[in-house]
């Protein structure tokens, strides 16, 4: 019975202004795929989130490679995820060096993380990089979802003026590039990515729901009631618990968003906060995380890019107890309380991850979970932030691929391995291989 009756997987429930997707349930998978556990017929997903100014490489580094070593100062939060990670040592991003080109190294760290390329220095209209990893990906695989891919950032959107040296700003703010000259802005508002994931892109109906919502404290939920019971009443036992968890958490994201909202936050004359975009940093990355883990749970989208913030960002921690700039403290002179408190930010960071995976491996797939399925690259485009070094990176991978990646590893390469023969290994793990990406040089070994 479980599985008599067959769901398409771009099954929604509608409602007024409202299309939420479903998680991929048991009765969308084909009778054959079930008797075998499931595991091949989910899709698999990549991910690539972006952490700023280098790390304290010596809190980040394990001292022992393979499947032994003990997790770092940095890197404990991940603790309970330790078999679920691959730590990588030795990657290299050649073209965020200057090659001739001067100052300039958070804008090239950021532009060349997922191209590869050598950005173009110019602080006007005439940008030029390449196209990124992850929009390969989306132009490979994108059909077969809802959105193609989903940008994300903790920053602000911007596309011109100078930030680093004679280089744009759109070099720094963006990490996925469509083109050599065409980012794909991120969005930073939670409130406005959930829209997009669970309204039905009808302009004049989703600001009717949101009208109703404000004005009647009414939840999104509300508006697909009558057509998610008329579900539950066709799934079996496995899928109405999915569904159920699946509703509570939205509700539980929606409910957390409301509150953010209603935050108070001193902004100068003239300035409102954005609905649903929180003051504090913690809850703002966390409610984007919810954002990334309910994209690929409902199947919406197998490509996100997410910038935590953008390399050479000066945002202080006072959550922490640390009241400089990230930027200011990353020119840490060897400075050891300077550098400690590098660290501090660091481990701050790997906590966000952690909160990340909990959900992902909180969603059954099969006999696995969501995180099995994903392939996520944790890292940024210096190591130490003092030197703007761009060789031996701070570099995570998590998740097990589908059953393609070899997890709980630290694995060393020669140093100046091109990080982008990471990228080709995954887009091939992805059913969208590539000739090159950027510098690569082949695909990267070791990983299965």
Known sequence: MENSWHIQRRTFLRGLGTAIALPVLDQMLPAKALAA?????FPKRMAFLYIPNGANMGDWTPKTVGSTFQLPNILQPLQPYQSDLTVLTGLTHDKARANGDGAGDHARANASFLTGCQARKTSGADI???????????????????FPSLELSSDGQRLSGNCDSGYSCAYQFNLAWKSENTPAP?????????DRLFGNQKKVEMTASRVQRDRYQKSILDFVLEDA???????????KR???????????VEQRMEAAASSPVDLPPGYVMPIGKPNDNEAHIRLMMD??????QTDSTRVITYLLAHDGSNRSYPLLGIKEGHHELSHHGNNEEKKQKIGKINRFHTAQLAYLLGKLKAV??????????CMIVYGGGISDGNRHNHNDLPVLLLGKGGG????GRHIRYPDNTPMTNLYLAMLDRMGAPAERVGDSTGRLQGLA
């Open 37 to 41: 556990g499931g595991g091949k017929a």
């Open 128 to 146: 030029k990089i390449g196209v990124s990893a992850d929009q390969i990906a989306a132009n490979k695989v994108g059909a077969e979802t809802r």
């Open 186 to 194: 991120p969005e930073s508002n939670p409130r406005a990515v959930f």
């Open 229 to 239: 019971n008329d579900l539950r009443a066709k799934l079996g036992y496995t899928d």
């Open 242 to 252: 999915k569904l159920d968890e699946y509703m509570t958490a939205i509700r539980e």
């Open 291 to 296: 954002m990334l883990a309910l994209a690929f």
């Open 364 to 373: 059954k797939e099969g006999d696995g979970t969501l995180l099995d399925n």
């Open 404 to 407: 393609t990646l070899k997890a």
